[in-house]
């Protein structure tokens, strides 16, 4: 038996089929390490297949998360994405002494063979020291982006995870309004 196992007996247990369409035209781009848990959601008044849901550390706007929501917008029809930061994330870099991404590096690399910390600490794995003027510059890049949509709403948030509520960024929102 492997750790796998029981998630994959329930999953195939549940009845009815998935759907790849969002019944609410909504993707969202947020860090794997703050998600909302299932009752957050449903508190929310969303159910599952609402909304497609992309994530990576930090909610960064990657081109593998780009290319994601691209997908959802050109094969579903989303109409809104909204941006996900949080506080206390693992990547926040205000308490990284060198002000740069060394100090995530050598705590990724902790354990790893000397090639592989050496890889890892070339990687940039973007942190930040400011959760609003990060959640701008993605929705910025997302916006910039030439296969993005201009009539796509894209919004900005920081998820407090000490309050467990939703903050708009709202110069991020700005910056990702329809392009009409």
């Given at each position: 038996?492997?750790?796998?196992?029981?998630?994959?007996?329930?999953i195939?247990?549940q009845?009815?089929?998935?759907q790849a369409?969002?019944?609410?035209?909504?993707?969202?781009l947020?860090?794997?390490?703050?998600?909302p848990?299932?009752?957050?959601c449903?508190?929310?008044?969303?159910c599952?297949?609402?909304t497609?849901v992309?994530?990576?550390?930090?909610?960064?706007a990657s081109?593998?998360?780009?290319?994601?929501?691209?997908?959802?917008?050109?094969?579903?029809g989303?109409q809104e994405?909204?941006?996900i930061?949080?506080?206390?994330?693992?990547?926040?870099a205000?308490?990284?002494?060198e002000?740069?991404?060394?100090?995530?590096?050598d705590q990724?690399a902790?354990?790893?063979?000397a090639?592989?910390a050496?890889?890892?600490?070339?990687?940039?794995?973007?942190s930040?020291a400011e959760?609003?003027?990060d959640?701008?510059?993605d929705?910025r890049r997302?916006?910039?982006h030439?296969?993005?949509?201009?009539?796509?709403?894209?919004r900005?948030?920081?998820y407090?995870?000490?309050?467990?509520r939703?903050?708009?960024?709202?110069?991020?929102?700005?910056i990702?309004?329809?392009?009409d």
């Amino acid at each position: 038996m492997t750790i796998f196992d029981p998630p994959a007996a329930a999953i195939a247990q549940q009845s009815g089929a998935g759907q790849a369409q969002p019944t609410r035209r909504m993707a969202i781009l947020a860090c794997r390490e703050a998600l909302p848990d299932a009752q957050a959601c449903t508190d929310a008044g969303l159910c599952r297949g609402d909304t497609h849901v992309v994530s990576n550390a930090g909610g960064h706007a990657s081109d593998t998360a780009i290319n994601a929501l691209v997908a959802a917008r050109r094969l579903y029809g989303t109409q809104e994405w909204c941006v996900i930061h949080h506080t206390n994330c693992g990547l926040d870099a205000a308490d990284d002494a060198e002000g740069d991404d060394s100090g995530q590096s050598d705590q990724i690399a902790a354990g790893l063979s000397a090639e592989a910390a050496a890889t890892g600490h070339f990687q940039n794995w973007r942190s930040f020291a400011e959760l609003a003027q990060d959640v701008a510059q993605d929705v910025r890049r997302i916006r910039a982006h030439p296969l993005v949509d201009a009539a796509v709403a894209i919004r900005g948030y920081i998820y407090d995870t000490q309050a467990a509520r939703l903050i708009e960024v709202q110069a991020a929102s700005e910056i990702g309004r329809t392009q009409d």
